[in-house]
């Protein structure tokens, strides 16, 4: 494999983590505060593709993109409050079964809206327009989707451990209970958690189908659970660890489709996982809690 | 005495049961599509009931049901294949010469051989599972709820993985899956024939899962759920248990991936999804999260309503002359999904709560207002 | 009959920077009633979870029956900062979980009552006899050891009505007034057979009633059952009625013991209750 060629798969796979970061931070969020795998965010993230496609047809691209964000963000809200809030005092197994039944329901929902046939992701042209340095060429998405990944992630950590509502965030994760005996308002700080959690899915979509340039019922399956293992990779309730287990399980995954294991790429995020769990349960950057008896 | 009547009711049902099954057996082809619905009914009965064992029983919130049923339906499978099919199944890539060779062999066996040799094919299967469930149960059973959920739902996602890579072609032939696969054999030398065999390999089952449950050990499992620290106190070790729970579980579905492998003829990696666990998981979740009954009487439910009762979602609805709006392909698992979040968020019991089915709570509604008659219990 | 059961030896506990419990040193004599006291957040329930198992020590050694069944010395991150007081050093590590111990004659209760609420107090009993099965699996999915079931569950039924819960044996665990859910827990407790039995705070919660008819079934039990009892307790009165010997713990160390009476009068105990009184 020549220099080039493997510069060209770092840069594709840079950008994948970009998307999986952007959409990991979601899970990290409301596993912080929740204690929940949000099995239905990588659902949203599918569901943010299919409106895209439908507000795209009727918009021009600027606008369209916020329509998208603005309805994503809505959705997330809206299942937290339907699906999750009357289970918050239930045994964690049922508020689980729940997030599962959400990510059943927008599957089943999504096929038979837009049919299981995949449609076509329309193309931005600006994003897609082609840089070439030497031999190397990307479109601008890839160039653009690490670089504004980072950008997202300095804002929210600035909006995380400046802002009043962060710090609500913060205590909420820390610890659930106290923070809502001192008078925090659990329901907004879990309010705010999911639709910053539903954005980026959402602008991590436009960024993931515009290379992939088609969506199904069922895409946002496995790039869902991939995210949730790099938040578990980067130590789940860690903003910036999150991202970091995005990238990694992007450069690794994109690599070995290069070497011709596509098969074991999936396979791959799930070893990583039980070897992650196993080796460092609080992953790279967690904090230890303890168990008490 | 109410013993005795709960028993003889219950013997002449499950006779009315094989009496049925036996009349559709008579006339096969008016009902193909009924026995068809009653088998995978039967088969999803037993995985839903395994997967019960584990997450209603013993409190593991386990999601690789998917990839031990393919684990049982691969080796199952491999192992029934004709001889004289080996080339039309792997035409692309051919089969390991190993076991073509032990094929070969096991099919030039005697008769009896042959007429037991599906079962031990699907007992070969789950035993297979079980071993893999024993290795990574050690590392994946120290895990907490939610970790350990999206652990085996992983691990369900490599083995599928494995079984589609090309490097594994010449056994499990890789992305083109198995077909040519023989269906239900019959038992007992033809007094059961072979539509009824599913049935009857899934309650013998079934009633081996019941067995344990209502023993000492399945009481520990039961200890472990309630409270894991306070059963470590007294002195049930949660690792043994735990293992134990899993690998029971990880068998018998394993063996229904078998009888799956029997009913379908065919089978693909993309069979054994992640949605396949998740449609187990709803039987269990509709049927009870820790009633066996439930998940039984839930697999039965769901399956007819599914391929059958709720077909008409699907099909365009005109009433008086008016196209009724929303019928078409795939309302009908919309209608499924809502189904069940209505069962999660507000019927959170499911059909049958933690409760069993017992003839006396049927007699306590109808009879005088007995004094609350107890469920279940021991 | 003068045995030692218990004793530890040098026990330390530390989470952290903060010493839970720093050195504590005990003996519990076969037949007595022994209680360790102290004001909250002294050490106690963490002495106790280290004692059985739930805990490795960071330093120190557990010996039940003489035999070691814990044992550890500060290593890796701990060896640079602990600050236990004592560092005898202890060469083995000897880490047994909590059921070994449960199966070994060591039984506990919890302070905050962990009973296996959706269970019924037959079950709740029953369950705790399973430590002693001698069935396998497969022999008791097919009811090969019917005769063993048997006796589990008459000795269960016999135990309940040593306990006075007979009659609500088929009720669900957690529909008990609470303090038949304490003496519950006890009972389940007492089937797993111990030679040595922990009580977590027995009395919490209790009127001075029952706190009294608690204290004559501790000792009705301990004669019935041939036990050694260890107790951690707030209720002074039920400590100083039924205790042998007293340890007093305040901030992990032991700052006094004694029979009742020696303990009542040192004016090292009076500083610790009456500087932190607060109940």
Redesign the interface.
Known sequence: MSITTILQHSLTGISLGGAYGLIAIGYTLVYGIL???NFAHGDIFMMAGYFMIFSLASFPWPIAIVVTLLITVLMGIAIER??YK??RS?P???I???A??????L???A???F??IPRGYPEIPLLKRIFRVGELSASLVTLLTPVLTIVLVVLLMILVNKTKTGMAMRAASKDFETAKLMGININRVITVTFAIGSLLAGIGSILYFTDRMSVTP?SG?LPG?KC??AA?FGGIGNIPGAVIGGFFIGIVETLLVALGYS??S??F???L??VM??VK?TGLFGEKT?EK? | MRRSRNTVLSVISAGVFLAILYMLNLNRAGNGMLISIMQKSAIFALVAVSMNLL?GFT?L?SLGQAGFMSIGAYTTAILLIPVQSLDGVYYMNGINPGIRALKVFLSALPPWFQSVYPFVALIIGALFAAVIASIVGV??L??K???L???T???S??IR??F???QLDGITNG?YGLNKIPAFPKMFGGLVPPIITPFIVSAVCITLIVLLIRSSYGRAFMAIREDE?AAEAMGISLFKHKSMSFIISSFFSALAGGMLAMYMRSIEAKTFS??LT?DI??IV?IGG?GSVTGSVLGAFLVTASKEWWLRFFDQPLELFGWDVPLF????R??I???L??MV??IY?RGLMGTNEFSWDRIFGRFKWKRKKVQGGGS | MNGIVLKTEHLTMQ?GGVVAVDDLNIEIPQGHITALIGPNGAGK?TAF?VITG??MPTNGRVVFHDKVIGENHPRSKMKKIYNGSDRTTFHHQVVNTPDKITRLGMART?QNIRLFKELSVFENVLIAKHCRIKAGMLSATFRLNHVEERTMREQTQELLKTVGLADLAREKASSLPYGKQRRLEIARALATSPSLLLLDEPAAGMNPKETEELAQFIKDIKDSFNLTVFLIEHHMNLVMDISDKIYVLDYGKTIAMGTPKEVQNDPAVIRAYLGVEDE
């Open positions: 204690r929940l795998i339907v699906a009357p289970l239930s964690r197994m049922s689980m079964i729940s599962i039944g959400v990510s059943y329901l599957q089943n929902l096929t038979y809206l049919t299981a069922f399956t659970l949730f293992v578990v098969t074991f999936d396979a995020t799930f070893v996982l039980i769990l196993l349960p303890m008896v | 997450n409190g919130f590392a994946v120290r895990l709820s939610d970790y959920a999206i652990a739902l992983g691990l996602e490599i993985a494995l589609s890579s090309p992305s620290i992640i949605t998740y998981l709803l979740v999260i078409r392909t795939g309302f698992m919309v499924f999904s809502i069940l979040m999660v968020l959170r | 989470f329930t979870n739930g805990y919890f």
